[in-house]
């Protein structure tokens, strides 16, 4: 059984900083690509940055700079440093872990962690 769980979202002021784990299990965590994405009130969702198998990391736009992603492979676990927080940066926080392999997609997520930045 695959499971995707995050953690580490909670409440901070602008300008704070969060980290957000995501441990993945049931998976060869190796070979999947993971992903965190964010859905704010209203909107649909995005995607925050992601990293491959291979450590190639792709950032949006908007946080780029402050935001940092990492792998641990020999923990399964993927993380996000969030630095310099914007009220803007308010949302749901959800890992996704995914691969493409032999013509199969295989695609999971967490069940989100909330993050909001405010005074």
């Known amino acids: 059984q695959v499971q995707v769980v995050e953690s580490g979202g909670g409440l901070v002021q602008p300008g704070g900083s969060l980290r957000l784990s995501c441990a993945a299990s049931?998976?060869?965590?190796?070979?999947?690509?993971m992903g965190w994405y964010r859905q704010a009130p209203g909107k649909q969702r995005e995607l925050v940055v992601g990293?491959?198998?291979?450590?190639?990391?792709n950032y949006a736009d908007s946080v780029k700079g402050r935001f940092t992603i990492s792998r641990d492979n020999a923990k399964n676990t993927v993380y996000l440093q969030m630095n310099s927080l914007k009220p803007e940066d308010t949302a749901v926080y959800y890992c996704?872990?995914?691969?493409?392999?032999?013509?199969?997609?295989?695609?999971?997520w967490g069940q989100g962690t909330q993050v909001t930045v405010s005074s």
């Open positions: 996704n872990a995914n691969r493409l392999t032999r013509g199969m997609q295989y695609d999971y």
């Open positions: 049931g998976v060869i965590f190796r070979n999947y690509d």
């Open positions: 990293i491959t198998s291979g450590g190639s990391t």
